[in-house]
């Protein structure tokens, strides 16, 4: 299975820049597709689809949330960050079955 | 609006069987795959099973394989989760998603949850 890794925690101050990344033990991009998706989940609620395929905005999502990378490194970016960004993030790559998640960075306020 | 309402959890013992039922609206159910994703509590995300739209693909995780089966009625909007052989470690959250893209590319809905807990 590929197996990403998160950093377990970020702390961020309001209106600041948040970088989280997720790291893939080997390559999630095929051709030109990049099968990374990237996830939001406050405290008590299903997850939510930000990102998918590295960079593409999800439905109803703000602007301020971004998503890049490729082959086996992925960043997420929260600019400005926001009272309601505080939440734990996701990274899910869909290469290879089974589909797999990282372990989820903790967003925090500084 | 797409709507995923799960039912069916509960306090179940080791070794017994359980059926979850997720029941989808707001959208056309029968041109979709679908997905059990589990959560244990205080722990990260675990894919469980996917089907495809027409049940033609069904794929599971190796830790439930053998003694979970997914399914669906398209005629009821109703996605099910047959789970037999209950052990601890399948006590989580789970969800019900809708999936995207090529197999189980990336999940775009997810219901609310539904508790399962395995315990004597």
């Known amino acids: 299975d590929i197996v990403l890794t998160q950093s377990p925690a970020l702390a961020v101050s309001l209106g600041q820049r948040a970088t989280i990344s997720c790291r893939a033990s080997q390559s999630v991009s095929i051709s030109r597709y990049n099968l990374m998706h990237w996830y939001q989940q406050k405290p008590g609620q299903q997850p939510k689809l930000l990102i998918y395929r590295a960079s593409n905005l999800a439905s109803g999502i703000p602007a301020r949330f971004s998503g890049s990378g490729s082959g086996t490194d992925f960043t997420l970016t929260i600019n400005p960050v926001q009272a309601d960004d505080i939440a734990t993030y996701y990274c899910q790559q869909s290469r290879e079955s089974p589909p797999t998640f990282g372990g989820g960075t903790k967003l925090e306020l500084k | 609006e797409v709507q995923l309402v799960e039912s069916g959890g509960g306090l179940v013992q080791p070794g017994r069987s359980l059926k979850l039922s997720c029941l989808a609206s707001?959208?056309?159910?029968?041109?979709?795959?679908m997905n059990w994703i589990r959560q244990a509590p205080g722990k990260g995300l675990e894919w469980v099973a996917s089907?495809?739209?027409?049940?033609?693909?069904?794929y599971y995780a190796d830790t439930v394989k053998g003694r979970f089966t997914i399914s669906r009625d398209n005629a009821k909007n109703t996605l099910y989760l047959q789970m037999t052989s209950l052990r601890s470690e399948d006590t989580a959250l789970y969800y019900c998603?809708?999936?995207?893209?090529?197999?189980?590319?990336?999940?775009?809905?997810w219901g609310q949850g539904v508790m399962v807990t395995v315990s004597s």
């Open positions: 707001g959208f056309t159910f029968s041109n979709y795959g």
């Open positions: 089907i495809s739209s027409s049940s033609s693909y069904i």
């Open positions: 998603a809708r999936h995207r893209g090529l197999g189980a590319d990336y999940f775009d809905y």
